[in-house]
């Protein structure tokens, strides 16, 4: 959809949060920040939008989860958090 029709159904479930604009993650017109986090997670693809997630640890290494739902992800980022942001995934 569109970016108005995305605002539109974010709002309509209720979504108050400012968000970014759509962009592509896959192809040749992929946003350089989905191009970057892809190849240094050594992900080749992103079926959907809520599919993948990237942390980056306090050093920089990056690891891509896929297949998680978000509350899978309170533990692996609380360790980044707390552990000071130095940490390696």
Do not use: C
């Amino acid at each position: 959809g569109s970016a108005a029709e995305i605002k539109q159904f974010a709002a309509d479930l209720g979504v108050t949060f400012r968000m970014m604009q759509k962009v592509d993650v896959n192809g040749d017109g992929a946003s350089l920040v989905y191009k970057f986090l892809k190849y240094h997670a050594d992900v080749d693809l992103i079926q959907w939008n809520f599919d993948t997630y990237f942390l980056v640890d306090g050093r920089g290494n990056i690891q891509a989860l896929s297949d998680v739902h978000p509350r899978h992800l309170w533990e692996p980022v609380q360790k980044l958090v707390h552990g000071g942001g130095g940490e390696e995934l």
